[in-house]
């Protein structure tokens, strides 16, 4: 099974108000998937529909190739945007009680908890109550609960709201080693900068409808547009300029240079290669820069948002 | 399952740990005492007060009949101008002055009493009393009855109460049943109101705290309300059972110190009332003896789980449907109601007809059944109204049960938004 979960035309209506609309995801075993999309496009919605919280309307989620179970609870880890911890009980008690609930044993869940503790560097903390605890400290004890029965499909929404920059980076790297140990890994998130860097597979999701899903190479192959960033250097550049606008369609960039470059973005034809702009180039000016412009997935996601808007 | 025992676990122990329920569990029968003390203490002061009443009485007939009492004290002001009378009165601050014109025998209404305040009831009873029964006496006189023959003549009946079961009953019996089936009400009245919002604050503290969201994803939001529901009322069990076990240990101490031996004063041995110094008392104990007290714990115990059911239900819905304790109120209302109305009818209804049908209809009606009906047991309930009144309130628990629990699994997860009845109809849809 190449597919640790799979859901297929999940359709889900508030009242009025359709939250997802016919929308399939698969994700591939031991990949990190990211589901994209702007606040309020359903995110939320399916990911609660996996973690079998809110029952889809139609359609079906399988994990591991069987329709969701009651019991496959034991195998999901949530860490949900919304969370938080009982204010007024001691962190101990209330880390075992969660990791109970997911059908650990109490001895297990003990062990379990002890090692994470001194892997986190937190030993200290069991007896104290949440509210004594930094909104940091706090979120150390939400991801251990979330990883703590070493679940099959890890989901996180919007992991790194609300983390400052050394706990995000704990977090990155304890997701990044869990995958390294054979977890598959779900996360939504509105910042592309996260997807870019963990992501390999990624789904966006917009206005309850997927827009677009797939490898994310593959996607940025798809979306770039044959344009390259060059820095010439020549004799007069204003000459230079305006016989390149004649041929290709030019826009401006910046990029650092010691050089003082004409920088360009040319878009080639179609049919054209890099290696006839080259050629066309090498003639007229010194090459200092060229290189294929490839989309972020911002842009990606910004280009899909407005033209489907 | 395992998941519901261990949610009912911690909530029961969430709730026995809180500082507040170990307190009150332990103070509030010592305030319960406290306050029948102070109660008794400021009756005994008011009525130690002394008053000094003015009479002016112009037939000159009653002067002999207002004869002073231990806190009472009359004076005759008859000799004086009325007006003077009355500043006298006034300026001594007496309680106030009885008037009585002459010809009283025609002028029967002409009687006033003056006093800078209106007098107490009883004290008006009294001296309407004091003058029609010496009217009474001029007129039986004119007429030529002997008085003396007319008071042997007069016959005195007192019906003794029995059931068919042959337990006699006093008067006295009936106020106490009053007092028990009255406080067993009361109390569950407020077991359900501290309770259900114990579960409602609880509902509301999840959702604030944004724990909600970790725990549904591994049990469902049924479940946690159910664990909910069960860990409170254990709690509330236990601390009915602390209040029954301090009660007994309280009663037998009061019965050892009174003399009364409970193992051998089962049915009204009137013996046995003979051989104590106070049978008042005594006559008291034995009725309280008397009374279906296993059959009140055990219904109210019956009656509590029931009611505290339905309504903390319903509390983890207006929990799940709000943000914050503040925006309870508006569904506070149409709660507090109906236990209100119990508590109305199981005090004006219940008293004056324990069987009427106004009082058989509240003890069906399952939001106020487990109010009126307690209020009912001490005067003796066929088993077959029970029997319906508590499968009508299991039945509405279901249902009710049912439905709050689609309102609660919505209402968690939707936050920063107050939801409104229209919003509330339609959760239960989706």
Redesign the interface.
């Known amino acids: 099974m190449e597919n640790l979960l799979v859901a297929e035309n999940i359709y889900k209506q508030?009242?009025n108000f359709t939250a997802l609309n016919n929308v399939s995801i698969a994700i591939p075993r031991g990949s990190i998937f990211g589901l994209l999309g702007p606040n309020g496009a359903g995110k939320t919605t399916l990911l609660?529909i996996i973690?079998?919280?809110?029952m889809p309307d139609k359609g079906q989620v399988y994990l591991d190739g069987t329709p969701l179970h009651?019991k496959d609870?034991a195998h999901?880890g949530?860490?949900?945007e919304?969370?938080?911890?009982?204010?007024?009980?001691k962190v101990g008690e209330q880390a075992l009680?969660?990791a109970?609930?997911?059908g650990l044993s109490k001895t297990e869940a003990k062990e379990r908890l002890e090692y994470w503790f001194e892997k986190l560097q937190i030993e200290g903390w069991w007896d104290k109550k949440i509210q004594e605890l930094s909104k940091g400290m706090a979120q150390k004890i939400?991801f251990i609960?979330t990883v703590l029965h070493r679940p099959k499909l890890l989901i996180f929404d919007e992991p790194f709201s609300g983390f400052d920059p050394v706990n995000a980076g704990l977090i990155k790297n304890e997701i990044l080693q869990l995958k390294k140990e054979g977890a598959t890994i779900l996360f939504s998130t509105h910042r592309m900068e996260s997807v870019e860097e963990l992501c390999d597979y990624m789904a966006l999701i917009h206005q309850s409808n997927k827009l677009l899903d797939g490898k994310v190479s593959e996607i940025k192959r798809a979306y770039k547009s044959n344009t390259y960033e060059v820095g010439l250097e020549s004799e007069n550049n204003t000459a230079l300029l305006n016989e390149l606008k004649e041929k290709f369609v030019i826009g401006n960039t910046n990029f650092k240079s010691i050089n003082d470059d004409l920088k360009l973005t040319i878009q080639l034809n179609n049919g054209e290669t890099p290696n006839q702009l080259l050629d066309y180039l090498i003639g007229k000016a010194r090459i200092n820069h060229f290189v294929e412009v490839i989309p972020s997935v911002n842009d990606i996601f910004i280009k899909t948002v407005t033209q489907n808007a | 399952m395992r998941n519901l025992k261990l949610i009912i676990q911690r909530e029961y122990l969430a709730r026995v740990r809180n500082k507040t329920f170990i307190i009150m569990t332990f103070l509030s029968p010592l305030i319960l005492v406290g306050m029948f003390a102070l109660i008794a203490y400021l009756s005994m002061l008011n009525s130690s007060e002394q008053r000094i009443i003015g009479l002016y009485d112009e037939t000159e007939m009653f002067a002999s009949e207002f004869k002073d009492q231990e806190h009472v004290q009359y004076l005759d002001l008859s000799g004086k101008p009325l007006e003077e009378a009355k500043k006298m009165v006034n300026e001594q601050d007496y309680y106030g002055l009885i008037y009585i014109p002459e010809n009283l025998n025609n002028n029967v209404e002409g009687v006033q009493f003056f006093g800078k305040e209106s007098p107490g009831l009883g004290t008006i009873q009294a001296i309407e009393k004091t003058i029609a029964d010496r009217l009474t006496r001029e007129k039986l006189i004119e007429r030529g009855i002997d008085v003396n023959q007319l008071n042997e003549a007069r016959t005195e009946v007192r019906i003794e109460i029995q059931n068919f079961a042959g337990e006699r009953t006093s008067k006295m019996s009936n106020y106490i049943k009053m007092f028990f089936g009255g406080a067993a009400g009361y109390l569950l009245m407020m077991f359900i109101i501290i309770y259900g919002n114990m579960v409602m604050r609880s509902v509301i503290e999840e959702k604030t705290n944004r724990i909600i969201e970790i725990i549904v994803s591994s049990v469902k939001p049924i479940q946690l309300m159910m664990g909910k529901v069960l860990g409170t009322s254990l709690a509330g069990i236990t601390q009915f059972a602390i209040w029954v076990l301090l009660a007994s240990v309280l009663a037998i101490t009061s019965f050892y110190v009174l003399g009364i031996d409970i193992f051998t004063v089962q049915k009204s041995q009137l013996e046995t009332v003979e051989q104590i110094a106070q049978p008042e008392i005594a006559q008291l104990v034995i009725d309280v003896i008397n009374l279906p007290i296993l059959s009140l714990v055990i219904f109210f115990l019956i009656y509590f789980i029931g009611g505290y059911f339905l309504y903390s239900a319903i509390y983890a819905a207006i929990g799940a449907a709000v943000d914050s304790e503040t925006d309870t109120q508006q569904f506070m209302f149409p709660v507090i109601l109906p236990l209100m109305l119990g508590i109305y009818v199981g005090f004006f209804s219940v008293i004056e007809n324990p069987h009427g049908s106004i009082s058989t209809i509240f003890s069906m009606i399952p939001l106020t059944s487990p109010i009126v009906m307690l209020m009912r047991i001490p005067f003796g309930v066929p088993w077959w109204e029970l029997a319906i009144s508590v499968g009508i309130l299991i039945v509405t628990n279901f249902g009710v049960i049912w439905l709050a629990a689609k309102i609660y699994r919505v209402g968690i997860l939707m936050y920063g938004k107050k939801a409104s009845y229209k919003e509330l109809f339609k959760w239960l849809k989706y």
Do not use: A, D, H, V
């Not at chain 1, 973690?51 to 809110?54: A, F, K, M």
């Open positions: 508030f009242g609660r973690n079998q919280i809110t009651p609870i999901i949530y860490l949900p919304e969370r938080g911890l009982y204010k007024s009980m009680y969660l109970r609930l997911k939400q609960i």
